[in-house]
Structures are given as C-alpha cells and as structure tokens.
C-alpha cells in the first residue's frame, strides 16, 4: 500500500513535532518515498538531519527560500505529492490553510497541490478547542482534509485535554486510508468478523478459544486500505482498533450473530474469520461458581465435586444465511439474505483445521454456500493462532484451488480481497 507512494509530511512548530521521527521512519521502512518539510519554528524543535537521517532524502524548509529554489521547488513537490499530511498541525498553520495563506514553504505546497491532504492537529487544549480552531478545521473538512482526531490526555503544558498527537499506529492508518481512497473496493461496504467468542460459564468464567483475531483485523485494515467503508465485528481481543474502520465489539456467539445480521444491511461482502463458538453452557449461573460444597447438583457439581458443563448449540451464522435448516437454535428465528436484497452478498468463511484440511473445507464451502473459502491447518507453528503468518488454501465455489506458501497475515489478507474485488456485483 505504501510502497513507492511519495509522500510529503509537513512538521509545523509544535512539542510533538518529535514524534513525527518516528512516522517518518515507519512510512520510510514500509517503502514510501517521503519529502518532509518544516516551518521555521519546527526547527527548533527537531533539526532537519533528524529527519533527513530518517526518511533518507532532502528535507526541506524555509532556508531553500533563500537559495532562490524555494519556487521551483514548491511546485515540483506539490505536483508530484500523492499525499500530504502535517503531522502536527498547529493552530497557526491549520488557520493559514483554511485561508489559503502561502507564506512558507509548507503552506505554498499545500496550496499548489492537489494530493489529499491529511491533519492532524496537536496542541494546547484551549487552542484546540477555540472556536476559530473549530471552524477552520470544520472548513478545511468540506474541503475534503482528513482531520485525525487528537487524542485526550495530558498535555505538554500541564494541562489535560483533547491536543495530544495520536500514535504513529493511527496516524499511518489515516495516511493508508487516504492513500486508498479510490481502490477497488471503493464505495463498498463491507463487513469482516474476527477473533473467538466467549461464552460465560458465569460471571467470571467462559469457554473460550485461541483465536487472537489478527488474521480478521489485517483483512478488515487491507479493506480499508483499498477504499472501503468496513465494519469490523470483533470477539474479545488483545488488538487496538484499525483507525477508521468501524468497530463493533461483541463477546458470545449469539451477540456476533445479532451483530452480523444487522451490519449485513446494505454489503456488499461479509469475511466470516471469527472462529465462533459452537457450542455454550446451557444456563451461565448467575453467580460465581464455587467449588468445595459446589452449588449442587443444579449447578452441574456432582458428588465427587467435579464439575459437568452442559453445552448447547450455538447458531451457525454462516448457515443461517445460506438459509439451511438447522443451522439456528429454535429459540431465534431463521435468517436468509434471499430475495431481501438489492445486491448479492458475497460470503467468504474460513476454516480452522487440525487434519482433513482439504475434504473438510470443501464440505464447508458447499454445506454453507460459500463463495470462497479460506482453510488453514492450525496445527502448523507458522499458521493460524497468535502467529504473525498464515498458511491457507483457498477454495472457490467454482471448485478452483489455490494452495498458498506460508505469507505473513497481511499478504493472505491482500491475496484474499485480490480473489474477492471479481466477485462483487456491479449492480
Ligand atoms: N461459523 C459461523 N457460525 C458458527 C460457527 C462457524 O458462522 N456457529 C463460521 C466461521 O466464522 C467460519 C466458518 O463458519 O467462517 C467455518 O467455521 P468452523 O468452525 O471451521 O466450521 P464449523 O462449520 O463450525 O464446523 P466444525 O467446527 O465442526 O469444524
């Protein structure tokens, strides 16, 4: 996404300009070619070797003013920018942009380009919170600028509020985000589900699994990435949220099923890698469980003071859309996205295998009516839980296989939505 993209991070005079090193850095380490610029007062704050020393390319500022290059220049990077972020946005300059003042050399850029232009204010809380700040960002905004949020906290002055820089996480998530606006998944919606479900044995105890969610949020980030509005539907996890996706966080089976039936309205795709739980206990006690004299033999102790869960069936929420019969519990009714819909959903499940790899996914693939199904042998050390790569087959309903080498999750993610983009209706 990021490879050779050129890139142009403005640093205007502000404390968290320091923290642009290191955005600098990560953009430069995942290929991009990036031209930073200063305002004179970011000088002070961070020297342009700094930077230069990161994105291993000239750095400029208001001295090319007076090597007389400064015009040249400005146009040349401003015409050839795919993007231009300033990182952090001061109060001063955020007002200069709204009033298309050009005064330096970061300013005239930003007025000669047409490249996306992305913000992200950092500052002192009152600044922040004036309301000629508000209403030049919420101008700069109609405009078409990305306005990365400040995050709230404790602030360089003492003071705590909204002005703090976010992570570099956030702010290479914006840049990738506008850098993919117009890919080829633009203007669709999509709906991707990730890591296991808990379900409660009681308050304090579930049965649970060992999905991390890693593979489901690289699918939903690479989705993001290629223009589209994504809604990530995500089990208990130890993962930050993808900036710009939109997170809607479930525990139990039954709440993912709920959360998948009424984000589907509308997609164009559901990417079902959340490992759901088949089974749950039949009635989670109210109160925590206590062993010794247990809570007797309602509550599953017997009378050697071991425990017996009765599991029951959780829907199959991939089956209930394919519409077969019992795949929900009695209690819920059936869902079917036939005949209620515009477009075709396109379904993609996943399939987490220990042994049968192949008989097993094709079995899944047509039982649920899949479009794609992705298989991955968990047993393997470099696939499937926790890890960092993945080894999956993909299997089409056209009956096509493709056996993929081991990739980190973020290329299985990438190759997967590859197999998707010809599938989606054009209708
Ligand atoms: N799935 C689902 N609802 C469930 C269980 C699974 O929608 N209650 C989805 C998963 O998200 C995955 C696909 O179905 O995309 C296959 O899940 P998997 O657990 O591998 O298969 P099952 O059909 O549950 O079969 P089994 O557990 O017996 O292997």
Redesign the pocket.
Known sequence: MLLNKRIIIGICGGIASYKAVDLVSKLQQAGALVDVILTEHAEDFVRPLTFSTMSHRPVYSDLWEASGRAAETHIALAEEAELLAIVPATANTIAKLAYGIADNMLTAVALATKAPLVLAPAMYRDMYTHPATQANLALLRERGACIIEPEVGRLASGAVGPGRLPTTEVLQGAISKALGRNGDLAHRLVVV?AGGTHEPIDPVRYVGNRSSGKMGYAIATEARDRGADVILISGPVALEAPYGVELRTVET?LQM?DAVQSAITGADVLV???????FRPDTPAAQKLKKGNGGGEAQGFDAHGGLTLHLVR??????ELAGIPGSSETSHGQITDKGERSKRLVR??????TNDIVT?AQS?LQ??HLDL?VANDVGRRDSGFGVETNKVIIFHATGQIEDLPVMPKTGVAATIWDRIVPLLSTT
């Open positions: 589900t089976a099923r079902m890698s959340a490992a759901v739980a088949d959780n829907p199959d929420i991939l089956g993609v499940g996943f399939a987490a295998e097993n899944k039982a649920k199904l």
